[in-house]
């Protein structure tokens, strides 16, 4: 079974910068790419960024291009979030994701997607 835990998240002020993590055990599953969703309060879950397996490719929500760098290890067992010039609209639960098998390039960034999911660590941006 394979398992995702992130950490990282906690209450900054605007402008600050945050680091997430998502440590991946269980079964590898070589050439799948991983995504990080957000969610907010009375709001649907929304894609945030995607990295393909090699770590070469990334896809960002329009809302956090420029300010979000998604990233891999070389060992491919955790995948980071790095967020910078963090706004009070990046107030959410982020969650990290990953694919029990491959979709296609235009449906990677939807929630319904993916497979397994973390349990999510909550980030709060005061302004």
């Known amino acids: 079974q394979v398992q995702l835990v992130e950490s990282g998240g906690g209450l900054v002020q605007a402008g600050a910068s945050l680091r997430l993590s998502c440590t991946i055990s269980g079964p590898t599953f070589s050439g799948f790419y991983m995504a990080w969703f957000r969610q907010a309060p009375g709001q649907e879950r929304e894609f945030v960024a995607r990295i393909t397996w090699s770590g070469f490719n990334a896809l960002y929500a329009d809302s956090v291009k420029g300010r979000f760098t998604i990233s891999r290890d070389n060992a491919k067992t955790t995948m980071y979030l790095q967020m910078n010039s963090l706004k009070s609209e990046d107030t959410a639960v982020y969650f990290c994701?990953?694919?029990?098998?491959?979709?296609?390039?235009?449906?990677?960034?939807?929630?319904?997607?993916?497979?397994?999911w973390g349990q999510g660590t909550q980030v709060i941006v005061s302004s």
């Open positions: 994701a990953a694919p029990a098998r491959r979709r296609i390039s235009s449906l990677q960034h939807l929630a319904t997607s993916y497979d397994y």
